[in-house]
C-alpha cells in the first residue's frame, strides 16, 4: 500500500497504518511532533465512508470496533457519542469498542470515561491485527478533513460515517440524551443562570468587550444570578471557573443551571443534553449545522460572513470583525426560549 507523506498522512481523512502494522491517530503524532512519514491509509476491509459509503448491517452484528472516534473536543465528542447512543437504543444488542487518540486532553477522554455504560475505551496505537476481520470495523478518523464534516450537521455526519441515513434517526434522538445517565456531582448552589463565554478557537468565542452586556441582560431577563467561566465585571456575576476542575463539574453545573447563554462551544451540546433552555451565538457557522434538533435552544448568527467554514482563527484581522459584530448587535433583542420559567423558587 502506498505511503503518504508528511502533510498528507496528518491531513489524511482517515487514521493511519504505520510500517510495523499498527493503526494511529494523526493527531497523536501531530501533538507528540513525531515523525508522521511512512504512514499509509487503513485497508479496506475497515470501513470508510469517505473512501466509500456503505450502509451497516447492524442488526445482524454483535460487536462493532470504530477506529479513532470521535474526535478531540468535548463538543464533537457529545455529538459523536449521541449518534453511538441513537443507534444501540434501535439495536440494544450491540457492543461497540471505541479506539481513541491516547494524546487527547484529559479533560475530554474523561468523558468517555464518564460514558462507560455505551462502549469500551482502547487508546491508539493498536495492531491491525487485534480487530477482528469477522466483526464491523469502522474508521472515523481525523473528521475535521472529511468534506462532509463542514457540510453537514454534525449529528448527521457521525451517523452518515457510522453507516447509517440520517433522516431514518428521529430529532429527539439527537438531542444528547444519554448524558442524562451519567452519573454527576451534586450541587449546593442555589438557582442561576450559566454564561458560557469561550470555545475552544477565539473566532467561535463571545468577545471580552461583550461579556457584560450579555451577563446584564440574562440577568436582568431571568432575574437569577448569573455564574460563568471567566472574569466578567458586573455585580451579579460570579466566576466559577476554579470551581470546575474537570468534566464531571462542568457538565453538572450546567445541568445545574436554570438558563444557559453560550458560544458555539460544547456548553450548547450539554445544555441540550439535560434539557437547559439556551441562546446560543454562532460566528463561523450555521446554527443549523450545530443546533437544528435542540428544540430549546434559540440561535443568533452573528454577521460575519468572511468567517463562515472558519474552523477555527486568533488572526486579528478576524477578531476585530468579530467584535465588530458583537457591538453593532442591538442586545435588547437578544432572544430567549419562551415559555420558560425562571425564579428562585
Request: aromatic share 8%.
Amino acid at each position: 500500500m502506498a505511503t503518504l507523506d508528511e502533510v498528507h498522512a496528518l491531513t489524511h481523512a482517515g487514521s493511519l497504518l504505520s510500517s510495523s502494522g499498527e493503526i494511529v491517530a494523526p493527531y497523536d503524532l501531530e501533538v507528540s511532533h513525531a515523525d508522521a512519514s511512512g504512514f499509509s491509509a487503513l485497508p479496506e476491509g475497515i470501513r470508510n465512508a469517505g473512501r466509500e459509503a456503505f450502509e451497516a448491517d447492524y442488526a445482524h452484528a454483535s460487536r462493532v470496533h470504530l477506529v479513532n472516534a470521535f474526535g478531540v473536543t468535548l463538543g464533537d465528542s457529545i455529538i459523536g457519542l449521541s449518534a453511538l447512543a441513537a443507534i444501540r437504543r434501535r439495536h440494544p444488542h450491540l457492543a461497540f469498542t471505541v479506539y481513541r487518540p491516547a494524546r487527547a486532553p484529559r479533560y475530554v477522554q474523561r468523558l468517555y470515561e464518564l460514558a462507560r455504560g455505551l462502549c469500551d475505551l482502547v487508546d491508539l496505537p493498536v495492531p491491525l491485527a487485534s480487530l477482528p476481520a469477522d466483526e464491523l470495523r469502522i474508521d472515523i478518523g481525523n473528521q475535521l478533513f472529511w468534506p462532509r464534516f463542514a457540510s453537514m450537521p454534525m449529528i448527521d455526519f457521525f451517523l452518515w460515517a457510522m453507516g447509517v441515513a440520517p433522516g431514518s434517526i428521529a430529532a429527539e434522538d439527537k438531542r444528547n440524551r444519554w448524558l442524562a445517565d451519567v452519573p454527576l456531582p451534586s450541587m449546593s448552589s442555589e438557582p442561576c443562570a450559566l454564561f458560557c463565554p469561550d470555545a475552544s478557537t477565539p473566532v467561535r468565542s463571545i468577545p471580552a468587550s461583550a461579556r457584560a452586556r450579555i451577563v446584564a441582560r440574562l440577568a436582568d431577563e431571568t432575574g437569577l444570578p448569573v455564574a460563568g467561566f471567566g472574569a466578567v465585571d458586573h455585580p451579579r456575576y460570579r466566576d466559577i471557573a476554579p470551581l470546575c476542575a474537570d468534566t464531571d463539574h462542568f457538565l453538572a453545573w450546567i445541568r445545574h443551571a436554570r438558563y444557559v447563554v453560550t458560544a458555539d462551544t460544547a456548553a450548547l451540546h450539554v445544555a441540550a443534553g439535560f434539557d437547559v433552555p439556551t441562546t446560543a451565538f454562532f460566528s463561523t457557522i450555521a446554527a443549523s449545522m450545530r443546533a437544528r434538533d435542540y428544540a430549546n435552544c434559540v440561535a443568533v448568527e452573528m454577521d460575519v460572513p468572511h468567517l463562515q467554514g472558519m474552523h477555527a482563527s486568533a488572526r486579528p484581522a478576524d477578531l476585530d470583525a468579530l467584535e465588530r459584530a458583537y457591538r453593532d448587535y442591538d442586545w435588547r433583542a437578544m432572544p430567549f426560549a419562551r415559555d420558560v420559567q425562571f425564579g428562585l423558587t
